[in-house]
């Protein structure tokens, strides 16, 4: 894909064939993904939104691991992580997941928490996996707050740390999950730049959450527009906008055509889900 | 029945269902399985060790000294006709009901009074600090010589021992409440009263509930013991026998082993009993706190 | 970035003690405490020595309970300078620390377990939810028949009430660690021995120790009773004793040392909680101070 950036990458390569998803607290068999297929090429930074509740993170599980599908299946690199025959995909460093509150661990130290993946891996030795770690983080702007712990910085910080941890497994898909949802505007601009810088230095592949349209439009390669319940592709954006983008490209035509066009097709999903008074996060 | 079922939404037609299917998935589930499994082999090992005289050539450990499951349900059954068994457990609960109202009358006003004025809770507190470290059981000589009628002093001892628990809960619940709702309420004119009637305490209510639930617990904790020690023990036997306590400790001092148990199930039961009542209220009371 | 790095190192334990120790003189707290502190023991004197009230005259009174306490040579034979009453105390600390440090060393397995493991849960809990009901005090004569000697029944006593308050609390930490902490480690690699020790425990740390100052506290309750019941020793039995025999100063005597001991007991559980969650601190230390 020629909008993949400078780096050469043939790694992290998802793909997603008719994937179901049924829950069925008490009997009510509410169904979640709804034979939804896409492909996300490798390096991409792809945009998953759609309206609260809408089964997104349901998507994300089954890529982790961490739920499985009830039918299809999903690809890494043309290896089958889940499908017929294997309902959940294994749970592992080549996909890793940031969560939406953040999952640092609160009693590790910010370069511990980084240096975890390697060191339980048994990849690294201790010293080595810290060594890297105070390496990346320096990479990363994060110097000097090696051994805080996570109560002591702030929100934005923590997230920008906790991609650090996820990105010294050198992991070919990362996942995340509304991860700046918590933050203040001006944090999350910032970490918007920030999450971009780091793209450019690794190429890992990114699928990002989110139902923020001017951060999916400002980040993402494409924006992956959800039905509401039962959740599938409505429509894929292509965001032509150039590379590397920095904050003033909000203020361009070209922007606010593409998040005006987005807005209007996600605006009947999320009355169709608003509608329907759901709790945000129920079937998540 | 038509005309209700025609009102009834989807959401209430799930309940339906989960209810309709809700007695053999209690009674087939794994859960429920295992949990019996493991009730039965419980049991079955406690009759094993009680009858038999050794294992592998050692006399039982700790087990060999307990009367058998099958003596209990003996005893049980020829218990339940005695008069004086059940008079054991109407005296234990009305106790315990009394010690239990008593500190839930007190001790809520007493933490609310707390909860609203800092310089009261900076002259009370440290003086509950002092005397909480001693357990309510320490009181019964002192509650004895205090109170007029023995009576008197146990359901005094039952009362200290559910008080702290409630007037701590509910000051722990008041620190919960989100400042913001108060400077809501201020800010549109709410005067003191109405903001203590309408955000203080709805706010602590499910801290009265939790604390009342703990209380409950120690209540009966503290009863079985005050009878023990004031109708049994060396606290002397003047009159106030009687009572769940009483019954245990007095079979063992009459030696029916078997009763002891059945004194120790029967306030269990008790206890369990008296939890639900106070659970049920505290969902009556908060039912908000189901919607989470 | 230096000054970052400064800013960001934990503040010296001392240094800490002594700000809020001067945050809290320059309370108003500390008079408040005072003035409750004098209100109780001017009740307590003005009542039973100076009105003679009509219930209160019977009772102990401050001077002479103070007085018996300090004096070298007590009229009812309990005071600070008395050998036995020393033997007293230790007596009870000794079964207290038996049977807490029994029920921490198996409530905490226990309880990490009854968190962790599906399968273990639904095969104990059941027993734990009949057992528990079942008031402590009610086990005292069962414990006098299936345990021998005198010594064993009270520990056990004291140990069934930590260990049901430090397992259910263990169990309770277990579950409110969230599970995003969890799948994080699983993705980072860490297999499921790995995320025990990374993740539940530390993360259940917090729970734990509430778990164990709920324990001493339960511990205390039910060995005073033990030894009002049964015993040998042991200040519940001191107070039985003093109340049988009319010495009634030395029950207020051992009430008031019974709410020393258990005051100091809860506090080094409270201390040790905070060495071993320093991870804590740094947070507390913030938010007090904005």
Redesign the interface.
């Known amino acids: 894909m020629s909008l993949v950036s400078q780096k050469q990458v043939r790694r992290g390569a998802i793909r997603i064939e008719d994937a179901v998803k049924i829950y069925d607290p008490e009997g009510a068999h509410i169904l979640a993904v709804d034979h939804c297929s896409f492909a996300v090429a490798p390096g991409e930074i792809c945009m998953l939104l759609g309206p609260s509740g809408c089964g997104k993170t349901s998507l994300l599980n089954a890529i982790a691991g961490f739920h499985r599908l009830d039918g299809g299946a999903i690809y890494l690199d043309d290896e089958m992580l889940c499908g017929p025959g294997r309902r959940a995909a294994a749970i592992g460093p080549d996909r890793i997941v940031v969560f939406q509150n953040g999952a640092l661990f609160p009693w590790k130290t910010a370069l511990e928490n980084v240096a975890f993946g390697p060191v339980v891996q048994g990849r690294l030795s201790k010293p080595e996996a810290f060594a890297r770690a105070r390496q990346l983080m320096a990479d990363a702007g994060l110097g000097g707050h090696e051994d805080a712990y996570p109560g002591q910085i702030s929100s934005g910080l923590r997230r920008r740390v906790e991609i650090v941890r996820a990105l010294l497994n050198d992991p070919a898909v990362l996942l995340l999950d509304e991860p700046y949802r918590a933050l203040d505007a001006l944090t999350r601009s910032v970490m918007h730049e920030a999450l971009l810088d780091t793209h450019a230095r690794t190429g890992v592949t990114i699928i990002f959450i989110t139902h923020d349209i001017e951060e999916a439009v400002f980040l993402g390669h494409r924006v992956v527009v959800m039905t509401a319940r039962p959740c599938r592709p409505k429509r894929i954006f292509d965001i032509d906008l150039p590379r590397p983008r920095d904050i003033g490209i909000v203020a361009s035509k070209r922007f606010r055509e593409l998040t005006a066009e987005i807005a209007g097709t996600l605006d009947a999903e999320a009355l169709k889900s608003f509608a329907r008074g759901e709790k945000e996060g129920h079937a998540a | 029945m038509t005309q209700q079922a025609a009102i009834i939404t989807p959401d209430s037609g799930?309940l339906l269902?989960?209810r309709t299917?809700a007695l053999p998935r209690l009674l087939f589930n794994?859960?429920s399985r295992?949990?019996i499994?493991?009730?039965l082999a419980?049991i079955a090992l406690w009759q094993l060790g009680a009858t038999s005289r050794e294992w592998l050539g050692w006399p039982v450990p700790?087990?060999g000294?307990?009367p058998a499951p099958d003596a209990v349900l003996v005893a049980w059954y020829h218990v339940l006709g005695d008069a004086g068994y059940w008079q054991s457990w109407y005296q234990s609960f009305l106790r315990v009901a009394m010690g239990f109202a008593a500190a839930t009358a007190i001790g809520v006003p007493f933490g609310l009074t707390l909860a609203m004025s800092p310089?009261c809770r900076?002259?009370?507190?440290?003086?509950f600090?002092?005397?909480?470290?001693?357990?309510?059981?320490?009181?019964?000589?002192?509650s004895?010589?205090?109170?007029?009628t023995q009576e008197l002093s146990i359901d005094f001892v039952i009362f200290l021992g559910a008080f702290y628990t409630i007037v701590l809960n509910v000051l722990g619940g008041a620190e919960t409440i989100d400042i913001r709702l108060v400077q809501a309420a201020r800010s549109m004119g709410a005067s003191r009263i109405n903001i203590f009637r309408r955000i203080i305490l709805p706010g602590v209510l499910p801290s009265i509930g939790a604390g009342m639930e703990v209380a409950i617990?120690i209540t009966?904790?503290v009863v079985?013991?005050a009878e023990?020690?004031s109708g049994?023990?060396?606290?002397?036997a003047s009159g106030a026998g009687g009572g769940?306590?009483f019954f245990?400790?007095n079979?063992?001092v009459g030696g029916s082993?078997p009763d002891?148990?059945v004194?120790?199930?029967s306030?269990?039961?008790a206890?369990?009993g008296s939890?639900a009542l106070v659970r049920l209220l505290q969902t009556r009371l908060t039912p908000w706190l189901e919607a989470r | 970035m230096n000054a970052v790095a400064r800013r960001r190192a934990p503040m010296p334990r001392l240094a800490l003690t002594w700000f809020r120790l001067g945050a809290w003189l320059r309370s108003p707290k500390p008079c408040l405490a005072l003035a409750g502190y004098a209100l109780l023991l001017g009740f307590w004197y003005l009542s039973v020595e100076v009105f003679k009230l009509p219930r209160f005259a019977g009772m102990p009174g401050l001077t002479s309970v103070f007085h018996e306490w300090t004096s070298r040579n007590p009229t009812y034979g309990i005071s600070l300078y008395i050998p036995v009453y020393w033997v007293h105390i230790l007596v009870s600390l000794r079964r207290i620390g038996i049977a807490f440090l029994l029920a921490t060393a198996l409530g905490v397995p226990t309880g990490l377990m009854l968190g962790w493991s599906r399968a273990f849960k639904e095969y104990v809990f059941p027993l734990f939810e009949i057992l528990r009901p079942i008031p402590i005090l009610a086990w005292v004569p069962l414990a006098i028949i299936m345990l021998p000697g005198s010594e064993l029944p009270v520990i056990y006593l004291t140990f069934l009430a930590s260990f049901f308050a430090t397992a259910l609390n263990t169990m309770l930490g277990v579950r409110s660690i969230d599970n995003s902490y969890i799948l994080a480690a699983g993705c980072l690699g860490a297999s499921s021995l790995q995320t025990f020790r990374h993740v539940i425990i530390p993360g259940a740390l917090p729970f734990i120790f509430t778990g164990l100052q709920i324990s001493v506290g339960v511990a205390w309750f039910s060995l005073v009773a033990a030894e009002m019941v049964s015993g040998q020793f042991g200040l519940g039995y001191l107070i039985n004793t003093s109340y049988t025999s009319v010495e009634y100063p030395t029950i207020v005597i051992a009430m008031l040392t019974l709410g020393i001991v258990g005051y100091l007991s809860s506090a080094m559980v409270r201390l040790a909680g905070h060495w071993l969650m320093a991870w804590r601190v740094p947070q507390l230390v913030t938010d007090g101070r904005r």
């Open positions: 799930r269902r989960f299917a794994r859960s295992r949990a499994v493991s009730i419980a700790v087990l000294h307990v310089t900076g002259i009370v507190l440290p003086v600090e002092l005397l909480r470290p001693i357990p309510p059981l320490a009181w019964v000589p002192a004895i010589l205090f109170w007029p617990g009966w904790e079985v013991a023990m020690i049994g023990g060396s606290g002397g769940l306590g245990i400790w079979s063992y082993y002891i148990v004194g120790m199930i306030i269990g039961i206890g369990y939890s």
